[in-house]
């Protein structure tokens, strides 16, 4: 079985920093589409960035140039690094890999953006 487990988050002021990582014993990585969402309290589930298995990236128009996301495919590991936070990005914030072999999701980790 496939497990993503993530760490990062936690509680910083509006302008400051967190980095987010993904991992998993597994590789399955390489090759796949890993993405990081987000969920707010009363909202629906959003896609926040994506990378693809060849490594392009894209994210939600509202963390551009804030947000950047990477892999490291020898340490099965993914990052989302979220600069200048805002207290509208509060949320939990999931993994995502879609491999050939299945659709897995991490638990979430908690990110607070407040004074």
């Known amino acids: 079985q496939v497990q993503l487990v993530e760490s990062g988050g936690g509680l910083v002021q509006p302008g400051g920093s967190l980095r987010l990582s993904c991992t998993t014993s597994?590789?399955?990585?390489?090759?796949?589409?890993l993405a990081w969402y987000r969920q707010a309290p009363g909202k629906e589930r959003e896609l926040v960035a994506r990378?693809?298995?060849?490594?392009?990236?894209n994210y939600q128009d509202s963390v551009k140039g804030r947000f950047g996301v990477s892999r490291d495919l020898l340490k099965n590991t993914m990052y989302l690094q979220m600069n200048n936070l805002k207290a509208d990005d509060t949320a939990v914030y999931y993994c995502n890999v879609v491999s050939p072999r299945g659709q897995y999701w991490g638990q979430g980790t908690q990110v607070t953006v407040s004074s």
């Open positions: 990378i693809s298995a060849l490594g392009s990236t």
């Open positions: 597994r590789s399955i990585f390489s090759g796949s589409a």
